[in-house]
């Protein structure tokens, strides 16, 4: 059984329609790239998926069960965690508040995230709105792990970073999928970083799926295709 379903999903910001019918399956502890050129419908999906926006048509299903008519908090609990694009730190919380934020029980605690990411242990005390953008990218991702989610959804987590802090978040989700039975969908530009942990692909074209297969069917021309300026 796949942890995610979706089937002809659309969606509509009011009267501005965004998603024409996005196809998307994942299995258990796998990672899957979501990909497209700016504006393809990524974010939105991603949304639809964690409830914060509603679907007009199409099937949404987690873990075997219909979610379309959970809330955003309910589908939280139910296992679904999001990295949003922006980061979108609690500036006035220090680290430590910002992970506690939201925390539920299960293995990943403040031990765990700092072990993940070591910095984030040595600015517990600081306000998040001090820290780098990398650093504030790796508060992100710690948070939605202390949700302890069964399936993370990583929305261009690694946009803007210097190429050092970009390695380090890399490096987390490669731990990630090795060390975890999570599933990930991450949303990134870089084929050559997604191709190094991604199972599988999804290519969203103006809303709707275009392409979608093994990482490693996915060819310079259907890149070029779909994914090239």
């Known amino acids: 059984m796949n942890v995610l379903n979706l089937r002809g999903i659309t969606a509509s910001y009011g009267p501005s329609q965004a998603l024409f ?10 990672v899957l790239a979501l990909m497209g050129r700016n504006g393809m419908g990524k974010s939105s999906t991603n949304k639809v998926i964690c409830r914060m ?3 007009s048509g199409g099937t949404l299903e987690f873990n075997g069960k219909d979610i379309a ?6 589908a939280a609990r139910a296992g679904i ?4 694009e922006g980061r979108r ?20 605690d403040v031990a765990a995230v700092t072990d993940l990411f070591p910095r984030l242990g040595e600015r517990q005390s600081q ?50 999928k090795a060390e975890t039975g999570m599933s990930l969908i991450v949303v ?19 809303g709707t799926t275009v392409w979608s297969g093994p990482m490693t069917d996915l060819s310079a021309q259907i890149a070029d295709q779909y994914l090239g300026v």
């Open 21 to 30: 019918g996005v196809d998307l399956a994942l299995q258990q502890g796998e």
């Open 53 to 55: 926006l509603r679907h």
């Open 69 to 74: 008519r959970l809330p955003s908090y309910r």
């Open 81 to 84: 965690g999001l990295v949003p």
């Open 89 to 108: 730190c609690f500036g006035p919380l220090t680290v430590h508040e910002n992970l506690i934020a939201a925390a539920r029980k299960g293995p990943w």
């Open 127 to 176: 306000l998040a709105a001090s820290l780098s953008g990398g650093e504030q990218q790796m508060l992100a991702i710690g948070r939605a792990l202390m949700t302890n989610p069964t399936l993370l959804l990583l929305d261009e987590a690694t946009e803007g970073l210097a190429p050092v802090v970009r390695q380090e978040i890399w490096a987390a989700v490669a731990k990630l």
């Open 188 to 206: 990134d530009k870089s084929l050559r970083e997604l191709g190094g942990v991604a199972d599988s692909a999804v290519i969203l074209e103006r």
